[in-house]
C-alpha cells in the first residue's frame, strides 16, 4: 500500500509557465487536500475536496485551481506561475475528520 | 476564523530533558486536535490525537498530550527526549463541525536535540 503518491519530487519551473503537480492516494479517502509549507509559515490549506466531484477553497487559494474527478486523484494546477509560489507542496487524505495523512511532497521553484 | 497558537518558534534541550511545547486554539465548540511531526526531509505524520473522552492522550515514541478546554490548550509533553526527536512539530485544530474536514494548522516548534 502506498497510501499518498506525488509527482514530481521537486520542480524548477520559469514564471509564467503553467504546472500541475500530481497526487494520488490509494486508502479510498473520501477527503483530500493540498497544503504549501513555507519557512515560518507552518503549513497553510490551499484548496480542499469533501468528496469526489466537490472542491472549496482554503485559506490561500489564489494563483491555484483544483479537480476532483474521482475518489483517487486531486491534481493542483498553477495556470501562470509566479515566484511567489516558490514553496514545498503537500496533498494529504482523510476519511472525514479523522487523521490526515501526507504525501512526500513536491518542491518547487518559480524563477 | 479558527486559529492555532504555538509558542515556541524553536527549543533547544540536551538528551533526557523533559519537553512541552504549548498550544493553543481559538474556537470556543467542540473540536478535534492532533499534533503532527515533521522529521527533517520528511513528510508529516501524526503523532497523537485528541477527539474526546480522557484528556490526556498517549502518542507514539513516548509522546502524549493534554487537553484543557478551559484554556482552549493542547499542550504536547515528552518526559525525556532523544536526539532522533529532533524535528519540526506542528499542532493542528479541526473545528468545523459536520461536514467540515480541513485542519488549521499552528506555524510549528523546531525541536533541536543535543547528544
Known amino acids: 500500500i502506498a497510501g499518498i503518491t506525488q509527482a514530481p519530487t521537486s520542480q524548477i519551473l520559469a514564471a509564467g509557465r503553467r504546472m500541475t503537480l500530481r497526487c494520488t492516494q490509494d486508502m479510498r479517502h473520501n477527503a483530500m487536500y493540498w497544503y504549501r509549507q513555507d519557512l515560518g509559515l507552518g503549513l497553510r490549506l490551499i484548496h480542499y475536496s469533501n468528496t469526489a466531484g466537490t472542491t472549496g477553497k482554503g485559506e490561500v487559494p489564489d494563483g491555484y485551481s483544483v479537480s476532483r474527478a474521482n475518489t483517487d486523484d486531486f491534481p493542483l494546477t498553477l495556470a501562470s506561475a509566479v515566484p511567489s509560489q516558490t514553496s514545498v507542496y503537500f496533498c494529504?487524505?482523510?476519511?472525514?475528520?479523522?487523521?490526515?495523512?501526507f504525501g512526500p511532497g513536491t518542491r518547487l521553484t518559480v524563477l | 476564523a479558527q486559529s492555532v497558537s504555538q509558542h515556541n518558534h524553536h527549543v533547544i534541550l540536551s538528551e533526557a530533558a523533559s519537553l512541552e511545547l504549548g498550544c493553543n486554539y481559538s474556537y470556543g465548540g467542540t473540536v478535534n486536535l492532533f499534533w503532527y511531526v515533521q522529521y527533517p526531509g520528511q513528510h508529516l505524520q501524526l503523532l497523537l490525537k485528541?477527539?474526546?473522552?480522557?484528556?490526556l492522550v498517549k502518542g507514539i515514541k513516548g509522546f502524549e498530550a493534554e487537553f484543557i478546554k478551559s484554556k482552549f490548550s493542547f499542550n504536547l509533553r515528552k518526559p525525556s527526549v532523544q536526539w532522533s526527536d529532533t524535528a519540526e512539530y506542528f499542532c493542528?485544530?479541526?473545528?468545523?463541525?459536520?461536514?467540515?474536514?480541513?485542519?488549521?494548522f499552528g506555524k510549528g516548534t523546531k525541536l533541536s536535540v543535543i547528544p
Open positions: 494529504a487524505s482523510s476519511a472525514g475528520t479523522d487523521t490526515q495523512y
Open positions: 485528541y477527539f474526546s473522552g480522557d484528556p
Open positions: 493542528a485544530v479541526n473545528a468545523g463541525g459536520a461536514g467540515s474536514y480541513q485542519l488549521t
